[in-house]
């Protein structure tokens, strides 16, 4: 088991959930999947995300999804499984099977009703006692969730709550709320800062404090490689990497449907079988096929020029 | 096996989950609900509403308590099963579960990313075809789903989707729509349309074509009459008895609050052991359990005066 | 001018604005309607509220209607004006222009941009210094400005904003927020607190703290006594009446509709000349109509009842 | 005058309103603008956009804005004001006053309440009665309303209403919306389609059937050289030069923070006197700064490689 810690860096992929056309289950691509993550470069995984195909599964098929990428990782990566739920009841249920099944820590989002600091604070206290000594990530995504985490409800969490070790920043607009966290006396202790939004902010998250991405662009390659220079103090390399993919990343951060075009570029570059969501969810048109093929054509392009 | 139809009317009670202080199920209050709510005049009953507890329950507890109703029931009223969720293989297999229990029908609300008419009825047809042959109630609730259904949309999904056949009327307001609804002319066929929002407008609704409630105020007798005499042509008298209690349907219609209000009532009535709500989830502050005895106070003298 | 303060209680009604069936502002219906508020027992009037019409008028309109008002109010009683505005130029003219009038006070609702505590407390902040030394209502109406008010964030205001005189306390539900803010120690100075909602919880509400009411049910008189009796111990009168007026003031709490069924029902009395809405703004159908007119009946029968 | 019609293309230019640091407007700024934007390549201008400090400007504010632009621009290009109101009347007085000053058109936006395609036509419809016979742009940004427009509302719309002349495009993704609009028979005749989101989609929206961008960002030279070339049909030249400018429009677009980064770099080109925003408002911060220089010379950088 390798545990998620305070010193969570570099990228954790968010996984995407393989199907077959016919909607079942493509095990074996899930395989291919964590191996090509793990070769792109990734520090970690994170499965069953609020955004993606989650919330599609059975009970049964999510447990079935984690147990065989924690069978693929065997313990090189840690696995955070997202455990978001209405009630504590299943949050715990899906965190301790994850927890026995070797997974590294869950990641928590909060409930729509929540709406001030003190709700909050209130919230993830509950939460982290609820699903034991567990470490877990404070997914603060408000464009999704429609909850304001405010920089002091996270240094009350932080403070109150030790096993809240990772913050999944995904504010937007965002930076300056990394800055603020990371200002001396803000936070009782440094928690990890990993970033989200298709990673169309990286290089100036990694400037203002954080410690990598998670989220889940299709070239988790672009990530790394920003990481990578920002923290050898190449900003300037960085940069370059990031604005050849930024068009691609652009293109597939559009809400709702950035999956289907997250899918088609894995399966295109062999990583899943098939493109198919499962419904209701659709995959791209042709002409957005053809856009897609385009920016890939320019991208390819363009990364030989850099190189 | 009751079997959900277009012919729905009378009082489809929304059944509260009863725990027990620990959070612990509690299958004896079960029991003694389900007889409480045909003592009181049911004529259909709903579990796992999206509005209450449900969420909490873990896949396994949820299937768990509707087959304790059903056994209790055992054949008398139709049950529907609420299987709303994020993707339609969690919602089928939840439907095919209550119907082979025994179910009657189930009860679908929209998820809050649809925004169009033409995406509501895509959904709509989508999710029956996915349940089969299972007759369900289109659950119309803006306030809580984010989702407006206009009167076209609804008359579309009639027109092309058979197994619809009742709508939980929720809009607020909603008396107009109630009204177009059973114009000469707007529906293909003729659907069942059972009303919400804690019984709150009632009186109204009859007038206005509706069958009867679907709603979990914590006097089903209060919907009982106000069906009954509206149906017998008495409005008048129907009036008397829903103001007697619109004090309290009044107080436990706050959004959120309500259902600690419900559970309160039920206990000190001896339907259902304890108060209790699973966490996260309050119980009522003795303020205001102070207020709720006040108004049952009021109007039980209330309801000798009038007869 | 009698200006606003801490010691704000009983009822100000919020006005409604009298157009013709043209659409024209009835200058004439203005005044009647002031008198009418005096007879009924208002202590306060509140114009150009966001909920009403006031968002209709143009800028030289609104300050008719409010001097209009102040003339025939002739110091007899406070007029508040709602200036919430999106920026503070137009705020601080709105506010320049009544106080220069003789309104007592103004009042500012939050910008739905506002999310966390420190945004809020800075956002009331900026403004009173903007107004100037001008009293002001905070308002606080979650269900339409999207702006969650925590008891903390509205105990730093009262802290750091001396101006800030009244709350106007809107939230739903809402009880247990009355209680927290009256609760020793939780605000540095005693404001006054008077609530909205159209009246639906004034029973509660005065036993929970308030002062009194600030909002427009056509029935101010319900209001008045609600407060009267509440105040000198009498709660079981209070009950009654407020049970005669509550079949009416739940069916006028219906969002969107509320303004045409009140001005209906002042049309009906005799108040205002014209029932219209300034479109786009619909009046009631003849079936809202015929149901207006019913609870009116069984309103007065009841009242009657009662003496 | 130059009036607004379906012909419109290329880069209608939002506009900012220039302040001095005090929060005075500043008409000199103005003028520099309205040269720049002209110099720039701007076929029309867009003023007092929902989006911008338009409504932090008084009424009489608004006008002298208004009145500046136009006789700066003086016939050479039409100017689209923004009427966007409560209520008609108010938006009749604007678009009366703004026409009548040599206005071509001005833009409409739906407020929040409209829930159903129905009630969107009912609204565009009787808002364009009561502008008279002024031709609009429809503005569609769902995530700033909160309302969504379906296609077959847009084709009523354009069907019902004749001075429905032009789409402003900002659904978010929207690039299937514009090829359904644009394919056979959908809409009853063919209206000019220009698109906003800071020009972050503009490839795409081009190749999809757009006339162009109506938004603001902060270098119209991109939109001009995109919507040029790909009308052209150099669609890789389009390309290249809108890559050189996408990190600055991502950083741009950052929802709340972008006007401050806007003006920023406007007030560094020397356009406009004062990065100021009026209150409530902020500046960016130096950090920030630092990020836009950064960006700023980076795309200089690559404009030089791309020549």
Same mark, same amino acid.
């Given at each position: 088991?390798?545990?998620?810690?305070?010193?969570?860096?570099?990228?954790?992929? *968010?996984?995407?959930?393989?199907?077959?056309?016919?909607?079942?289950?493509?095990?074996?691509?899930?395989?291919?999947?964590? &191996?090509?993550?793990?070769?792109?470069?990734?520090?970690?995984?994170? #499965?069953?995300?609020?955004?993606?195909?989650?919330?599609?599964?059975?009970?049964?098929?999510? @447990?079935?999804?984690?147990?065989?990428?924690?069978?693929?990782?065997?313990?090189?990566?840690?696995?955070?499984?997202?455990?978001?739920?209405?009630?504590?009841?299943?949050?715990?249920?899906?965190?301790?099977?994850?927890?026995?099944?070797?997974?590294?820590?869950?990641?928590?989002?909060?409930?729509?009703?929540?709406?001030?600091?003190?709700?909050?604070?209130?919230?993830?206290?509950?939460?982290?006692?609820?699903?034991?000594?567990?470490?877990?990530?404070?997914? &603060?995504?408000?464009?999704?969730?429609?909850?304001?985490?405010?920089?002091?409800?996270?240094?009350?969490?932080?403070?109150?709550?030790?096993?809240?070790?990772? @913050?999944?920043?995904?504010?937007?607009?965002?930076?300056?709320?990394?800055?603020?966290?990371?200002?001396?006396?803000?936070?009782?202790?440094?928690?990890?800062?990993?970033?989200?939004?298709?990673?169309?902010?990286?290089?100036?998250?990694? &400037?203002?404090?954080?410690?990598?991405?998670?989220?889940?662009?299709?070239?988790?390659?672009?990530? +790394?490689?920003?990481? =990578?220079?920002?923290?050898?103090?190449?900003?300037?390399?960085? =940069? &370059?990497?990031?604005?050849?993919?930024?068009?691609?990343? +652009?293109?597939?951060?559009?809400?709702?449907?950035?999956?289907?075009?997250?899918?088609?570029?894995?399966?295109?570059?062999?990583? *899943?079988?098939?493109?198919?969501? =499962? =419904?209701?969810?659709?995959?791209?048109?042709?002409?957005?096929?053809?856009?897609?093929?385009?920016?890939? #054509?320019?991208?390819?392009?363009?990364?030989?020029?850099?190189?």
């Amino acid at each position: 088991m390798t545990r998620l810690t305070e010193e969570a860096q570099g990228v954790y992929v *968010i996984a995407v959930t393989p199907f077959n056309d016919d909607g079942a289950l493509d095990m074996e691509s899930v395989d291919r999947m964590v &191996d090509f993550y793990l070769e792109a470069g990734a520090t970690g995984l994170t #499965a069953l995300g609020m955004m993606g195909e989650a919330p599609k599964l059975t009970t049964a098929e999510s @447990l079935e999804v984690v147990q065989r990428i924690l069978a693929r990782l065997n313990g090189r990566i840690p696995l955070v499984v997202g455990v978001s739920a209405p009630g504590f009841a299943q949050m715990a249920e899906l965190s301790k099977a994850s927890m026995d099944a070797g997974a590294g820590g869950v990641m928590i989002a909060p409930p729509g009703n929540l709406k001030t600091d003190a709700q909050i604070v209130t919230y993830y206290t509950q939460a982290a006692e609820f699903i034991g000594g567990v470490p877990f990530v404070l997914q &603060d995504f408000p464009l999704a969730t429609g909850v304001h985490i405010s920089v002091s409800a996270i240094a009350r969490i932080v403070e109150d709550v030790p096993t809240c070790v990772c @913050l999944k920043h995904e504010d937007w607009p965002g930076l300056e709320k990394i800055s603020a966290l990371r200002a001396e006396g803000t936070l009782a202790r440094r928690i990890s800062i990993l970033c989200g939004n298709g990673g169309l902010f990286l290089p100036e998250e990694m &400037d203002r404090g954080a410690d990598g991405a998670m989220t889940g662009f299709c070239y988790p390659e672009m990530m +790394r490689d920003v990481v =990578r220079h920002s923290k050898a103090g190449d900003a300037a390399r960085a =940069r &370059d990497i990031f604005n050849a993919y930024l068009p691609l990343a +652009r293109y597939e951060q559009q809400p709702g449907l950035g999956l289907a075009v997250r899918k088609y570029v894995l399966a295109k570059r062999g990583v *899943i079988g098939s493109a198919a969501l =499962r =419904r209701p969810g659709a995959g791209l048109t042709k002409a957005a096929q053809a856009e897609v093929d385009t920016l890939l #054509a320019r991208q390819e392009e363009r990364l030989k020029e850099l190189n």
